[in-house]
């Protein structure tokens, strides 16, 4: 199979954010045309912003159940061969689960979706109609993620004690929701956002990444969330202690994850720091090219993306020289990569393993955390079992 793969795309119209970048990362390998959309909650909004991103006519559909429909109806060799899914959180389980009941490969935002049991209804589906299924947490399509996944893994920092992850954001440092922003909007209303407010949006990508780049996975945890702004219905500042799962008898890691959306100054501080009993590491997205490393008893050494040096899952993920940055969009990019690769292997569930994306099973952790972490800080008990 080797013609460019055929997306449609839900959410991501007119005003949106995310949506773009989904487009520009499915872009740029050159493996995915853009072909259908149903871009907007409004039909009349989405047809119009289909046909300004210049969709065929006929393929800027007013509803994603058009959609559905009218690519089913295509000839084989027309039809999209998978769905890009950017719309709200709580638009997110309907339309994802019929397309991949109708064996369409799925690319998903994240949280996947707003409860457990709809979680486990994907993985269900996915397992049983065997798509491809990817979610964009993409701060796990960094290469120098990759290269400390890699030094963490193979063991070359010891045992992991410690992991200190943050991402400190300011812009609902104030009441942006009344203001009429979209994106504060939805974010801050139960009903649209899930449970959780902070936690779910950016605390989510938290939890990936410590599991992605160091193969732990929280044991239980103790949270403490606020609503800082007055009149604000979600969580915009969370604070956690985290224990984390043994690995092969070591003693069990601890963590500390903190995601705000009231740090004033915070635009994308995404960071996170791993100790382990021979040496530590420290990573930061806003500056994602480097990897800051200390062994014990050696000097500090810095790694750069781009060089001969670095693993190859890390060498795999770059697309330019050295010295010429790559960062978010080609991150995001990865997550398609890998998708794309285990659509043309036909790697069905194997798929994130073997091509190194996250699935459906990373989805769905992150959505147990976001109600594990909900419900640890509405409890009295010290710790909560995930
Ligand atoms: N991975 C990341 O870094 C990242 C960053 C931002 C947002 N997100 C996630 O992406 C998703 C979208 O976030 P956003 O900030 O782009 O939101 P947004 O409000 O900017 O855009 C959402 C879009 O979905 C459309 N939409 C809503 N309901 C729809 C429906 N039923 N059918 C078709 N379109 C519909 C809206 O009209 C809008 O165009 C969320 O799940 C969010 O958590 C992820």
């Known amino acids: 199979m080797s013609h460019r793969l055929k997306l449609g795309m839900v959410g991501g119209g007119q005003g949106a954010f995310i949506g773009a970048v989904h487009r520009a990362a499915a872009r740029l390998d050159g ?55 950017v719309t709200p959180n709580h638009a997110h389980y309907e339309p994802v689960k019929a397309f991949a009941d109708a064996s369409f ?22 397992r049983k109609r065997n798509v491809i ?24 920092l010891g045992e992991v004690r410690k992991v200190v992850v943050e991402y400190n954001q300011g812009w609902l440092a104030e009441k942006l929701e009344d203001a009429g922003q979209k994106q504060a909007d939805w974010r801050t209303d139960p009903a649209r956002s899930g449970v ?20 732990l996975e929280v044991d239980s ?27 092969d008898g070591a003693q069990p890691a601890r963590g500390l994850l903190y995601a705000s959306q009231i740090c004033i100054g915070g635009e994308n501080d995404l960071r996170i720091r791993v100790w382990g009993t021979k040496g530590s590491l420290a990573w930061h997205q806003e500056d994602p090219n480097q990897l ?18 670095l693993c190859d899952a890390a060498k795999g993920a770059t697309r330019l020289p050295a010295g010429h940055p790559e960062a978010f969009l080609e991150a995001f990019a990865n997550v398609y990569a890998g998708a794309v690769k285990a659509i ?8 994130p393993q073997q091509f190194d994306f996250p699935g459906v ?22 710790w909560t079992r995930l």
């Open 31 to 85: 493996d995915i045309e853009l072909v259908a959309g149903a871009l907007s909650s409004t039909p009349e909004k989405s047809v119009t912003s289909g046909k300004e991103l210049g969709l065929a006519d006929d393929r800027c559909y007013p509803t994603w159940q058009a959609m559905l429909d009218g690519e089913l109806a295509r000839p084989a060799d027309e039809c999209i061969d998978m769905v890009s899914i």
């Open 133 to 156: 299924f990817a979610v964009t947490y993409n701060y796990s399509g960094y290469p120098l993620v990759k290269q400390a996944r890699e030094m963490i893994c193979s063991g070359e």
């Open 361 to 382: 099973e990373d989805g769905a952790r992150g959505v147990r955390f976001i109600h594990k972490t909900v419900e640890s800080s509405t409890s009295e008990a010290k």
């Open 344 to 351: 043309r292997a036909g790697a069905g569930a194997q798929g």
């Open 105 to 126: 490969h799925v690319i998903l935002d994240k949280p996947m979706v707003n409860t457990i049991e709809q979680a486990e209804d994907l993985v269900r589906t996915v």
């Open 292 to 309: 800051l490393v200390h062994r014990l008893g050696k000097p500090d050494q810095v790694y750069r993306r781009g060089n001969d040096y």
């Open 196 to 215: 959780g407010g902070c936690i779910g949006d950016i605390g989510s990508h938290c939890e990936q990444l410590v599991s992605y780049m160091t193969g």
């Open 221 to 247: 945890l103790c949270a403490d969330l606020t609503s800082f702004v007055p009149g604000r219905r979600l969580d915009d500042d969370a604070n956690l202690l985290l224990r984390f799962k043994p690995i």
